[in-house]
């Protein structure tokens, strides 16, 4: 059974920082794209950055590429957002999703239920 648990949500002021985590099992971990969504209030959900195996075979949406990176830990099955310069434009609920394999799709099939975020200004 495929699970993702997210971490990490808070409030946070204009400015600040935060690390979002993504844990994974049911799934072979290190070998699946994992993507980052964000569905800020009364907006669609848009994905953020899907990450393959490294920096190299990762996609970024242009409005968050420069201030967020992420990385992943695939002894400990985890994937993370590090989130900086925040903007009150960034609230809304992070999800990470998958489809198990090595696909960044913009609908994967495997959700988290997600962490809030919200940046105050």
């Known amino acids: 059974q495929v699970r993702l648990v997210e971490s990490g949500g808070d409030l946070v002021q204009s400015g600040g920082s935060l690390r979002l985590s993504c844990a994974g099992s049911?799934?072979?971990?290190?070998?699946?794209?994992i993507s980052w969504f964000r569905q800020g209030p009364g907006q669609e959900r848009v994905r953020l950055v899907c990450m393959y195996l490294d920096e190299d075979s990762t996609f970024w949406a242009d409005s968050v590429k420069g201030r967020f990176t992420v990385s992943r830990d695939n002894g400990k099955n985890t994937l993370y957002l590090q989130m900086n310069n925040l903007r009150p434009e960034d609230t809304g609920v992070y999800s990470c999703a998958t489809d198990g394999w090595a696909h960044c799709s913009n609908n994967p099939r495997y959700w988290g239920v997600g962490t809030q975020v919200t940046v105050s200004s």
């Open positions: 049911g799934f072979t971990f290190a070998y699946s794209a």
